[in-house]
């Protein structure tokens, strides 16, 4: 039986795992990015024959998810969210702009990717990423916060999913699925998989555990 003081010890700690969460989704962040910019935009014949021919749509791609990626976090700082509320609605803002256009020139890459095995699951997770951020920005129209929060943690969690992709290309994931001889189809099933531990942990975390808890993990509070 946990007591009292043990669970006090708990609470405090909480806070670092957050800081230790968030630094290690920065080096993760990073890395993804490093790797990003070297395979399109500095090796050869990665980003098309022309600037309309799939380079603009990295270059948007790109230029609208690192923003994205830098305001998240803030977001999800009930500090901010509540002493500056105004603030937390000007950065979400720029979030949802940054997010549409990004996920718009993602969901153009992904139909039109050189890797055609890999297109249904980038399209769906491109997808979803624009669909969570207009769904969530829809419920704060209607002051639905609750719902609002629930879908730009969806949102977010998008965002993470590519960065996990890159990780699961580049981890010794294939060891696992040493049956599969074909290198293409390895990579297509390593990004369903990315895909797959993303979103569902997104819902697992945020909505079915806490609706078999009886409560929800969000208040919904007005910022």
């Known amino acids: 039986m946990i007591t009292h003081s043990e669970s006090r010890s708990v609470r405090s700690l909480r806070p ?3 800081i230790l969460g968030w630094m290690a989704f920065a080096i993760a962040a990073g890395y993804y990015l490093v790797q990003a910019i070297e395979m399109r935009f500095l090796t050869p014949g990665q980003m098309g024959s022309s600037l309309w021919n799939r380079q603009a749509w990295f270059y948007l791609h790109l230029g609208f998810a690192l923003p994205s990626l830098l305001i998240g976090p803030f977001q999800f700082s009930a500090r901010l969210r509540f002493a500056k509320s105004g603030l ?14 990004s996920a718009l020139s993602a969901l153009t890459l992904a139909i039109t990717s050189e890797y055609p095995m890999d297109r249904p699951a980038l399209t769906l997770l491109a997808a979803l990423w624009l669909f969570f951020t207009l769904s969530g920005y829809v419920c704060a129209r209607r002051r639905d916060f609750t719902a609002h929060r629930l879908f730009m943690i969806r949102s977010y969690a998008a965002v993470i999913a590519f960065v996990v992709l890159r990780l699961f ?5 294939g060891r696992l699925l040493s049956f599969i001889t074909n290198p293409d189809a390895l990579e297509a099933v390593e990004t369903w998989m990315a895909v797959a531990v993303v ?3 997104t819902e697992l975390v945020f909505s079915w555990i806490p609706q078999m808890r009886g409560r929800t993990v969000i208040p919904a509070r007005s910022p």
């Open 199 to 201: 979103v569902l942990g």
């Open 169 to 173: 290309v580049e981890a010794p994931i």
């Open 88 to 101: 937390h609605r000007r950065l979400g803002q720029s979030y949802v702009i940054c997010a549409t256009v």
């Open 16 to 18: 670092i795992l957050v």
